[in-house]
């Protein structure tokens, strides 16, 4: 026996990685706060012993013989768990075992306390090779008889289907990897929560984030993935600032059910549904989430690498402990140096959504199982749909050419493994079983960001990948056009100079659907449906219009995380009042006009009385960004801002909302899209602090050509003289007033003669799509290096 706060990292060999890594944070991380439950290992010397006892090592090298020999898994699997569960513990081990057990209840000061046992195997948990999930956990184990029997249960887990499977794909011999037990005092977390935690992004792999998940119960049921659970998203280089709550996400999950304690020895655990008070609030508050990324990144420091690791919180105390941290092994493999794309080109009516896992894209045929009874018939390269996977579904997991589950989160067993595997996954989708049916072909798309999609048929897709190391520096800063935030850490090994452009609708209508104004004015409205669709949408909120602040705030906050400290320019809500009218309750707020294109739009809206409490919850989103989550790095931009009178009323207003111009560093810019914008540039640029040219809008209304007119396409043009005397005049202006001057749009992409005509003309950022990124780079390297030929430098305006 061995005392966990006597082991170290040194001791896998002795203890395998989970005890050995429990001994290392128990010494090492204690006085950094961190809680980690008091016990006791059963040396993996021991495990042999028991082997040698009951001559179980030939009989087992016999059958797994006979399993590479042709013989079924299930079958050579059964006949080894039979072999070891009846064995007898040898005696002076069972002394050893009882004698620790009752020390631990003297250190308690408790009689026969209830226990966590968990195996822990001498190759597990390391870098190279994750064992997660591979061996049993035994909870609520009380009393010296039970004990014994769940150590004879550890040692037979080693040989599960699922565990003799992944070490015969891993290469590891059977016989060498050796199974310590670790004994642990429970955390009551039945009557509270548990569950995992990430030091990155597990999908993107993205390295400043903590990503939290969270149900009520044992942690169990988040592991196994058969539980929808909360998610939050913490930002870690703000960590640090005590005055900030960096929090950039948080997601209010499903969890319909929770692991609690059994009533009886026979059932020391069992499943009940959750009430629905706990499945409509958020398992953990503001203060227990940052803590525990605290604790994430303290161990993640200690051990130099991305870890992954399960948390519990005791109902009794309210006290969180961490009970499990082990290396991450999906992202830490992957190459930095090339990033993939994936983009659909087709598009289609989902079948199916859920959570995507990666951001690959992949086509096969629908094998829908019940259970893993099942998995006899699932047919290699088909996609896997069922209610949730465990350790069990493994050997037919990587032969699936996507996997799709009922339940789960991006923590649970189908998620992790998938990415381990490279199998393209979307999990938690309701009703997949039924929506997808049996032998149907689909494409399941996790490339459009966070939620992941199951579309009929096999849609056209391409894939690309993208060499880093071959992106040229320019002079002139490449910034990216961001529209959904579920997608912005997807790109973040783009070396852009920021975002020149993260469109607030895009926000709107993606997390949070709802008009604005219905939300101030919930109890004035009539429209019973409408009214229906709100209760539903923020269900857990009692102010409604917080609901809108919060979806918004979490939203801008997951692009500025994304490309901190570099700038992010958030343009404020540019919907047009037929737009606007489509949100859940918006037909009561939005006027009916012959053109909404230059109708109630922008800046106009927001100090009118029919928008401006809208205009409100905008900004009281943005400032909680900056000044509540700390993400300073957000910059203000006014659209379709027609007159310098109008500028001054719409600043007037962000000031009384707390947004004032120049305050904490707030930078503000203006949307160069009306002609006057152009005409009164000298006017503007008084009032702002940058300009960024919206060239769609600006081709419209200079050639007065509607932009949506199939008729009038011919003559819809940016490449007109008229908008280049245009951008010039202006940068002309911006640049004598010291005022920066920016593009978004993506002809630079596709037309590197305006590309150079930008570097030429002194632009100092141009904004693209992501997937155009590195095409608009090596157009502006091009103009750069004639500039520098012709001995012009970087354009004759620069400032």
């Not at 958020?282 to 989430?289: P, T």
């Not at 269900?539 to 609901?547: E, P, T």
């Not at 799509?769 to 004759?796: C, I, N, T, Y």
Request: hydrophobic share 40%; aromatic share 6%.
């Amino acid at each position: 026996m061995r005392w966990l706060d006597s082991l170290s990292s040194d001791d896998v060999a002795l203890v395998g990685g989970k005890n050995a890594s429990l001994g290392e944070m128990l010494r090492h991380l204690v006085s950094r706060g961190l809680r980690v439950p008091m016990g006791f290992a059963v040396t993996a010397r021991a495990y042999g012993d028991y082997l040698d006892a009951n001559d179980l090592r030939g009989r087992i090298a016999e059958r797994i013989d006979a399993l590479r020999h042709g013989e079924d898994l299930a079958t050579v699997g059964a006949d080894v768990r039979r072999m070891v569960l009846g064995g007898r513990v040898p005696d002076d081990l069972e002394r050893s075992i009882r004698a620790a057990y009752r020390e631990l209840a003297a250190r308690l000061s408790r009689s026969d306390p209830d226990v966590a046992v968990r195996s822990s195997a001498t190759a597990e948990d390391l870098p190279e090779a994750s064992f997660a999930g591979q061996q049993e956990t035994f909870l609520n184990i009380t009393g010296e008889d039970a004990l014994i029997d769940a150590c004879r249960r550890s040692y037979a887990s080693l040989f599960t289907d699922r565990s003799i499977s992944y070490r015969e794909h891993h290469g590891f011999d059977h016989l060498r990897v050796g199974l310590s037990v670790g004994v642990q005092q429970m955390v009551r977390s039945d009557l509270a929560g548990a569950g995992v935690m990430f030091t990155l992004d597990t999908d993107s792999g993205f390295p400043r984030t903590v990503l939290i998940s969270a149900a009520p119960g044992l942690g169990e049921s988040v592991v196994a993935g058969v539980v929808d659970p909360d998610e939050y998203q913490v930002f870690k280089p703000l960590l640090d600032r005590r005055d900030l709550t960096p929090v950039i996400s948080r997601k209010i999950g499903g969890k319909l059910t929770k692991v609690v304690y059994g009533d009886s020895a026979a059932s020391p655990t069992g499943t009940v549904e959750t009430s629905a008070a706990e499945r409509e609030a958020a398992v953990l508050d503001d203060a227990e989430i940052l803590q525990l990324a605290r604790w994430a990144v303290a161990v993640e420091e200690h051990y130099g690498c991305p870890m992954d690791l399960e948390w519990a919180k005791d109902g009794h105390s309210g006290d969180l402990f961490v009970v499990q941290a082990r290396p991450e092994t999906v992202q830490a493999r992957r190459s930095t140096g090339t990033l993939r794309s994936y983009r659909l080109n087709e598009r289609a009516e989902p079948l199916a959504r859920g959570l995507a896992v990666g951001d690959a894209i992949a086509t096969g045929t629908v094998c829908a199982l019940a259970d893993v009874s099942e998995i006899g018939r699932f047919v290699d390269g088909a996609v896997l749909v069922t209610r949730a996977t465990d350790p069990d579904w493994e050997p037919v997991m990587k032969r699936a050419a996507a996997i799709v589950t009922e339940h789960g989160g991006r923590t649970s067993h189908a998620a992790i493994v998938s990415r381990e595997l490279g199998v393209t996954a979307v999990v938690g989708a309701a009703g997949a079983r039924r929506a997808l049916g049996d032998g149907r072909e689909v494409t399941v798309s996790c490339a459009e960001g966070e939620e992941g999609r199951v579309y009929p048929g096999a849609l056209d897709f391409e894939e690309r990948e993208i060499d880093l190391a071959r992106v040229p520096e320019t002079e002139t800063s490449v910034m990216l056009n961001i529209a959904n935030p579920s997608a912005a850490f997807r790109w973040w090994r783009l070396p852009a100079d920021g975002v020149g452009l993260a469109r607030m609708e895009f926000i709107v209508n993606n997390l949070i659907t709802i008009h604005p104004m219905a939300l101030v004015h919930f109890d004035d409205l009539d429209d019973d449906a409408a009214r229906a669709r709100i209760e539903e949408l923020t269900r857990g909120y009692r102010d409604k219009a917080a609901f809108f602040v919060e979806r918004l705030a979490y939203g801008i906050g997951r692009i500025a995380a994304a490309w901190w400290p570099r700038p992010v320019i958030v343009r404020m809500s540019d919907f047009k009042t037929n737009e606007y009218a489509r949100l859940v309750g918006g037909a009561a707020f939005e006027p009916t006009e012959e053109n909404p294109m230059l109708g109630w739009r922008g800046a106009s809206r927001y100090h009118s009385e029919g928008y401006r409490e809208g205009f409100g919850l905008e900004c009281r989103a943005v400032r909680r960004v900056r000044e509540d989550m700390g993400l300073a790095n957000v910059v203000v931009m006014i659209p379709f801002c027609r007159t310098p009178g109008e500028a001054d009323e719409v600043l007037r207003t962000m000031a009384e909302h707390g947004l004032r111009r120049g305050e904490n560093g707030l930078e503000t810019y203006v949307m160069a899209e009306i002609p006057s914008n152009i005409i009164s540039a000298d006017r503007f640029a008084e009032r702002f602090d940058g300009f960024s040219i919206g060239s769609n809008d600006l081709t419209q209304l200079t050639l007065g050509v509607d932009r949506d007119s199939e008729r009038l396409a011919p003559l819809f043009d940016e490449r007109d003289p008229a908008l280049a005397r245009s951008v010039e005049a202006l940068i002309d202006v911006a640049h004598a007033r010291r005022r920066k001057v920016g593009l978004c749009g993506q002809r630079p992409s596709d037309d590197p003669d305006f590309a150079r005509f930008l570097v030429e003309s002194g632009i100092d950022s141009i904004s693209v799509s992501p997937d155009s990124f590195l095409a608009v780079k090596d157009h502006v390297a091009e103009a750069e290096r004639a500039e520098r030929r012709a001995g012009r430098g970087r354009g004759r305006h620069a400032a």
